[in-house]
């Protein structure tokens, strides 16, 4: 029971940054803009944040800065993709790029040694449940508040009319200038919130994931981000059921390697990553749904006409 | 009583063209106005201008006696100004009233806006069901849905551009009924067309525009077609010759029970499909968009292939199995719908263009383009068909769409083919180019070649063709024969299949009225 309790919880913690990066994401998807750099803008926010815990700041104020962290890279962003409509995966590995190296770069005197990581929080009387208690109301804020956010978006994205507009500029920004709305006021929006997501996807790793420097902490969790939203069709329930799936699989192979399956650990690693990816490849089979909750014109340059 | 809208000197230029030159013009409350125009008279650009979605060079627009100071489309529809776009500005991924919702800026409640679109479009005669995905309805249905949108807002003032080109002839007359009464409810209307009948039948007065400039003002009414056309080309029309037509005794194109799925969810599935195409004769498809033409042209020409060989027979011999190139081999010549993409590759020269389908005719050696063979075979249709270009050297794009289609149609007749197949002849092409065009068929018709000709004008088809076809729903009617046919038999045609059992959602494509 302790070890089925442990996977559980272990998922749902590793899929938490995934599913702050990967919904942050589809809401900059959804306006029509493909921002490739989410690793560049996990990193730089992994970074800001550990650096603001180190500079002896509290720890939701270093939580904010990965955010704005996050953000500032997506700015820049936004900037070459949106003002200057350079071609939007080229500026997006750019972003990854930079963002990764300017990671590095801070990190450089970070030093080696843990920091205090983000406290869990037990919420009275739940917590005190048998089985249920420490399966769902022992983690810290921040899994709930990505399980908060995931509410947010679902319900901004399709009962408002914020979410209508976000996603039909998504569709034709053209008809959306033509009957008045300020399209580049808006991607400019949905790629700061990307930024902000993606910021708080990389503070959790460095101050509460694994509270310990590493260069490139991310491991690729920006492009499998990338990946869960293409696959998850673009809805946001698919997304979070993607994320703890890599969760459960990520989980799973390090219970495996502790046991010593005799299978190369360098395979076992890969495994969540490749699973996570045939399913949703799988999932993502119906034309039809793809058809519909494609944003239809992503990655391709707007410019209102004069 | 000062006019609803009035134009003094409108001037707009892009780069290397004036597209409004001085234009001034004056509407009044309840007044039907056409602004009458070929293809690039300037029409669009002067609608935009009105709207606010793009800005005059210079020029003042005053709107009931004000001028209209930083004019963008919010300020105009908080003037009363709403516009029906000739390309439909709606959204297809979300509902009718979602659609509806985001042009009107009221408060976000879906249900009641529901029950005032339901409410509306029933007392304009033009029911629509609030809670359909625009991507399943048809073109007149989004037309409508345009119009409603508009009319939630009570305009004065309501600019439509080129409405009824997507419409059958009985929608049009719905839509007139809508906008005369509109109109007698003091709405002022702009109706933006090139088609003379329609502007006859509907405004009280027109606007004639010809290379941006105002060639003259008239009352359509008491106006002959001639003096209208005039005024628009700046020339007299070319007359028609269409002789008697000697139809082959055998077909040379025949399709027997085909029948084939649709390509896509939003495709439409062929259904036992029969008709055949004789040597010397015109024959005319008509239908309204979306009933299984693009299947149908697509399983003729030989994009796509049929595994039953017997279903297409080109000259007598099987070919639906065969790919586009074999089929070409057999004699046929193809001009699609879209000339730049599939017609011709938009930035590549006309002669290259001209070795796409002409590499047969001796132009590749050894597998070698004879650059000077296809140079002289380009600039041999540009002086044949004149088209107006910069020479063989000239890429595709650069050429107005009249003179792409008059050099794509020139090319695949200098092939000589027994079988010509030919979507949308005249699409986007002027007056004059369309006349031309529509005499080339015919003359190639009548030196021998089977035509077949896939057309949404219901005019062109009457003019040209010795018998005509309908197809509604994926079914091709009997063929019926020109001269003892008329207008409303094939438009009913064009609405028929189906409508008594209502199997399938898909029913609703044809049906307009």
Redesign the interface.
């Known amino acids: 029971m302790d070890l089925f309790i442990a996977i559980f919880t272990g998922t749902i913690i590793a899929a938490t940054p995934l599913i702050f990066a990967a919904l942050g994401e589809l809401v900059v998807e959804k306006s029509g803009v493909l921002n490739l750099g989410i690793e560049g803008m996990m990193l730089i926010g992994a970074a800001f944040a550990f650096w603001a815990v180190i500079a002896g700041l509290p720890m939701p104020v270093a939580i904010l800065a990965g955010a704005l962290g996050g953000a500032a890279a997506s700015l820049l962003f936004g900037v070459l993709a949106l003002t200057f409509l350079t071609n939007q995966y080229a500026a997006g590995l750019a972003l990854a790029i930079f963002g990764s190296g300017v990671s590095a770069f801070l990190g450089r005197n970070f030093g080696s040694a843990p920091i205090d990581a983000l406290d869990r929080i037990s919420i009275p009387f739940l917590s005190d449940i048998p089985v249920i208690g420490p399966m769902f109301f022992r983690f810290d804020p921040m899994v709930y508040f990505a399980i908060v956010m995931f509410a947010v978006i679902s319900w901004f994205l399709y009962r408002t009319k914020g979410g209508l507009i976000l996603r039909t500029i998504g569709e034709s920004p053209e008809t959306a200038h033509a009957i008045g709305y300020p399209v580049i006021r808006i991607r400019y929006l949905a790629v700061l919130f990307g930024g902000l997501m993606a910021g708080l996807a990389g503070a959790y790793l460095s101050v509460a994931y694994t509270p310990l420097w590493v260069e490139n902490m991310t491991a690729g969790k920006g492009w499998i981000s990338l990946a869960l939203v293409v696959f998850a069709t673009w809805r946001p329930l698919r997304v979070l059921l993607g994320a703890w799936l890599f969760g459960g699989m990520t989980i799973l192979q390090l219970q495996g390697q502790a046991l010593g399956i005799a299978v190369p650990s360098e395979l076992l690693s890969a495994l969540p990553y490749l699973a996570t990816i045939v399913v949703l490849v799988i999932i993502s089979q119906n034309r039809q749904m793809l058809a519909l909750h494609f944003p239809a014109s992503l990655a391709k340059p707007f410019r209102p006409a004069t | 009583m000062p006019p609803r809208l009035e134009l003094r000197n409108i001037t707009k230029s892009y780069p290397g063209i004036v597209a409004n030159d001085d234009i001034s013009m004056s509407i009044m409350p309840g007044e039907i106005h056409a602004v009458l125009g070929e293809n690039g008279a300037g029409k669009s650009t002067l609608m935009k201008i009105i709207y606010g979605?793009?800005?005059a060079d210079s020029g003042e627009i005053f709107c009931d006696g004000k001028p209209i100071a930083a004019h963008?489309?919010?300020t105009s529809?908080a003037l009363g100004i709403e516009m029906v776009?000739q390309h439909f500005?709606?959204?297809?991924?979300?509902t009718v009233v979602?659609n509806i919702?985001?042009?009107v800026s009221n408060t976000?409640d879906l249900d009641a806006l529901a029950r005032q679109i339901t409410e509306l479009s029933n007392r304009y005669g033009m029911p629509i069901d609030p809670h359909r995905r625009v991507h399943d309805l048809s073109v007149g249905e989004r037309q409508r849905v345009e119009i409603v949108r508009c009319l939630l807002q009570a305009p004065k003032l309501l600019i439509l551009d080129e409405p009824t080109s997507v419409l059958t002839p009985q929608a049009v007359v719905k839509l007139f009924d809508t906008l005369r009464q509109l109109a007698s409810e003091g709405c002022s209307i702009v109706y933006i067309s090139h088609k003379l009948d329609e502007v006859q039948e509907l405004c009280d007065t027109a606007t004639v525009l010809r290379n941006g400039k105002v060639t003259g003002t008239a009352r359509p009414k008491e106006s002959t077609s001639a003096q209208l056309a005039r005024l628009m080309v700046g020339a007299e029309l070319p007359e028609m010759h269409v002789s008697p037509s000697v139809p082959s005794e055998k077909p040379v194109l025949e399709v027997r029970g085909l029948t084939a799925p649709a390509r896509?969810?939003y495709g439409v599935e062929l259904k036992n499909v029969s008709f055949e195409v004789r040597g010397g004769e015109i024959v005319g498809l008509a239908g309204v968009s979306g009933n299984g033409q693009a299947e149908l042209i697509s399983l003729l020409s030989g994009e796509r292939t049929h595994p039953n060989a017997l279903t297409i027979h080109i000259d007598g011999k099987a070919a639906a199995h065969l790919n586009a190139s074999e089929r070409r081999k057999l004699g046929m010549a193809f001009v699609p719908e879209e000339r730049l993409g599939r017609g011709a590759v938009p930035p590549h020269a006309l002669w290259q263009n001209a070795v796409l389908t002409a590499h047969r005719t001796g132009l590749v050696r050894n597998g070698l383009v004879d650059r000077k063979g296809a140079n002289s075979f380009a600039a041999k249709i540009i002086e044949r068909f004149k088209v107006k270009a910069n020479g063989p050297q000239a890429s595709a794009q650069s050429l107005s769409g009249g003179n792409l289609q008059k050099f794509i149609v020139g090319r695949e007749i200098a092939l000589q083919p027994k079988l010509f197949l030919v979507a949308q002849p005249t699409w986007g092409v002027d007056v004059g180019a369309a006349a031309f065009i529509r005499q080339t068929l015919v003359d190639l018709s009548r030196s021998g070649a089977a035509v077949l000709v896939i057309s949404e004008e219901l005019d062109e088809l009457f003019e040209i063709c010795d018998r005509l076809l309908v197809i509604c729903q994926g079914q091709v009617s009997p063929p019926l024969i020109r001269t003892k046919t008329n207008r409303e038999e094939i438009g009913l045609l064009m609405t028929r299949v189906d409508r008594g059992n209502g199997t399938n959602g898909r029913g609703e494509v044809a049906v307009q009225d």
Request: aromatic share 14%; proline share 5%.
């Open positions: 979605a793009a800005q963008t489309p919010a529809r776009y500005a709606l959204f297809e991924s979300v979602e919702a985001l042009a976000f896509d969810r």
